[in-house]
């Protein structure tokens, strides 16, 4: 039996170790293997990276599967304010089956509101389509809008508001000034006044809607803060989404955007734009139920059954305690 030999190594195999077995045979030096499996039952010491625009389309899928939250009854009296093109008001009716609209909207006339959007008459047509508490009113501004209540009577002088809800999406008070602080002043007076107003026409346990961009300048307005004046406080808060409204589509308060050519073009859509909706109640109240899921409605998902107050991504209750710290509010709106 040949015997094994062990040779040193030169320093060009040093890898190898000191000694290295040698085939007999061959004379040929072989390096010796050793199995070692502990890294392949390892993770890895560099975590995988995320893709944060995978991330953030992920998240964007996620909103839009969630059912939107629907601030109002089909039952219920609704005035809204500031309507712009009148395409909400029309899928209120058309689609949410809702038959106590009140659309008000800040151009004198049908002329004047189809010169700034020529599509409205159709929009016209459909919310009087509703029934008989259907309306449209025309050169109504937010600012100086008379009381929707209960006339005055010997037995009863005082008045009784009429709406159960009462909805201003996107109030702006249009290109007064480039200067951003005037802006956010502008539009803060312009808020104050319309609270002043709309609570006189606000039904016991109604609620006001108010519906903002997200970001600056908007949350520079602080809204919640304007709504105090008048006596109210923010119930809740939720996500706007504009899919909910079928037909709906954002209406700037100067009217379409039209090129040098005078051609309106698609541009910029609002309704695609991430916004808030704010409920306000009266404090000493508890806000009447909104039922949804019953307004004749199958093209807009509309949930179950709730009280406003209940719904996912709303205030919490700590953050409901807010230090006073705004001032007066201006006119003119932007359904």
Known sequence: ????????????????????????????????????????????????????????????????????????????????????????????VSHHGCDNVTATVLEKNLAELEEKYPHAADNVIEVLKGGPKCKVLFNIDARKMAPFATKKTKESPGQTGLMDRIIFNFPHVGGKSTDVNRQVRY????????????????????TIVVTLFEGEPYTLWNVKDLARHSGLQVDTSFRFQAAAYPGYHHSRTLGMVKNKAGETGVGWKGEERSARSYIFRRKDETPKPVITGATGSNEAPLGKKRKIGGGEEEEEPKRRKRVDESDESSSEEEG
């Open 187 to 206: 539009n803060q007076e312009m808020l104050v006044d319309f609270f002043k107003r709309a609570v006189l026409s606000l039904a016991p346990g109604g």
């Open 1 to 92: 039996m040949a015997k094994t030999k062990w040779t040193v190594l030169p320093k060009s195999l040093g890898h190898l170790g000191k000694k290295a077995w040698r085939d007999p045979k061959s004379g040929t030096a072989s390096k010796p293997t050793r199995k070692n499996n502990w890294n392949k039952n390892q993770p890895s010491s560099t975590p995988a990276k995320s893709n944060p625009n995978q991330t953030k389309s992920q998240a964007h899928v996620q909103r839009q599967h969630q059912a939107p939250t629907i601030p109002f009854s089909a039952t219920d009296a609704i005035l809204l304010v500031g309507e712009g093109d009148l395409s909400y008001a029309a899928s209120l």
